[in-house]
């Protein structure tokens, strides 16, 4: 058996999101690979340093093209391969995009459908492809991954799929990336650590801590990571907010950094409107940092009981909330230990497991 992958997504410098998923799950299969189990990693780049070793088993193909990769460059390599001899079970897409005129089955993972709820949020070639190219890849899949509960009943809805196609495998969490202890003391500064763009809703956060600045001046906001599409309404938001002096924008941060962070701040806000799934709710768990999300899409099924929700349109109602947490240090107590205990329901080993079965049991 030989699954062909396509891993340009874990094939880059700055992981987050999606690529951290990619990457994971190439790590997994890496370990997994023997005689019998065979995996071909399809790349439009040499892999970086960073990516899983090569071995006997486990291999990459580079196959160069400079536009509409999935869709004409790589089909045709598979098409080649195919005629001169070379068979694959399967071809495994972790993001939405399959290759045209497979010649196997594919199974894809689908993130969120944040396109089809918040279009005007994309540019117009982006958009293009996550509408036509998406609805190919799921039409012509064998089977279909959604990351949460949340993204498998929008994919049903949407594309009027079988629900037994569509297999919910929630991502894993890195648990030896986190600081699990509960005794450290908290700084005075609130988190966000996400993309930057409008459906992350980072201006209700905003509105929020400026009140809540008001009252206590000692606090500061923190806000980690990149420039996501169409960032630039929420730094102007941002600079001419009446807080604007007690708000840092740190940019991209590495995983050592990004944990510190956590750590030792006094809550970590998840504001989006919409999230196929939330890594960022493990991630501050797994460090001991209380979580405060948005009633919104997955959010409330990857945190549980774990965090404490707010409804995403509301600045007012996450105020409330911040001075709860503030006032309340049983809660905040109460909320760090349910943390720690949420984030062992999740693991890059299971979430490979998982996949691996659904690829094996589709192959053809």
């Known amino acids: ?25 190439l790590n997994y299969f890496q370990k997994k690979a023997t005689k019998d189990l065979r995996f071909t990693v399809f790349l439009r780049t040499k892999p970086g340093k ?26 045709l390599r598979l098409i080649c391969e195919y005629l001169f001899g070379t068979r694959y079970g399967v071809f495994f897409s972790p993001a939405h995009y399959a290759p045209r005129l497979l010649p196997c089955n594919s199974v894809v993972t689908i993130h969120d459908l944040s396109y089809i709820h918040y279009p005007s949020e994309f540019l117009k070639k982006d958009l293009y492809q ?16 959604a990351v949460s509960q949340a993204t498998k009943k929008d994919v049903i809805q949407e594309y009027a799929l079988d629900g037994s196609m569509v297999h919910v495998i929630y991502n894993g969490y890195s648990h030896d990336k ?4 509960s005794e450290a003391q908290w700084k005075p500064y609130i988190l966000y650590v996400g993309t930057i763009q409008p459906r992350k809703n980072i201006k209700t956060l905003v509105d929020a801590f400026s009140t809540f600045n008001k009252m206590h001046p000692e606090f500061r906001l923190m806000i980690a990571g990149k420039k996501g599409w169409m960032y630039e309404d929420t ?34 806000v998840l504001p989006s409107f919409y999230e196929g799934f939330g890594l960022p709710m493990l991630e501050a768990m797994s460090n001991g940092c209380p979580v405060l999300a948005s009633q919104s899409s997955s959010l409330p099924e990857v945190g549980g009981d774990a965090a404490i929700y707010f409804d995403p349109n509301s600045s007012q109602v996450l105020l409330t909330k911040l001075e709860q ?20 329901h999740f693991s890059w080993e299971l979430c490979g497991k998982q996949t691996l079965d659904v690829l094996l049991q589709n192959a053809s």
């Open 50 to 75: 960073h990516m899983p070793s090569q071995t006997n088993y486990f291999s990459y193909r580079v196959v160069y093209g400079p536009f509409a990769w999935s869709q004409f460059f790589l089909p």
């Open 178 to 181: 986190g600081t699990q202890s």
């Open 235 to 268: 730094l102007s938001y941002i600079k001419t907010s009446s807080a604007a002096q007690s708000i840092q924008l740190l940019g991209f941060i590495d995983d050592i950094k990004k944990n510190e962070l956590y750590k030792n701040a006094f809550c970590t």
């Open 130 to 145: 996550l509408t036509h190219w998406t609805r190919y890849s799921i039409q012509n899949a064998k089977s279909v991954i």
């Open 1 to 25: 058996m030989n699954i062909a992958i396509d891993g340009n997504e874990a094939n880059v410098g700055q992981k987050v999101g999606v690529s951290v998923y990619t990457y994971e799950l």
């Open 325 to 344: 947490l503030y006032t309340n240090h049983q809660l905040r107590s109460s909320k760090v230990k349910q943390g720690f205990m949420q984030v062992n």
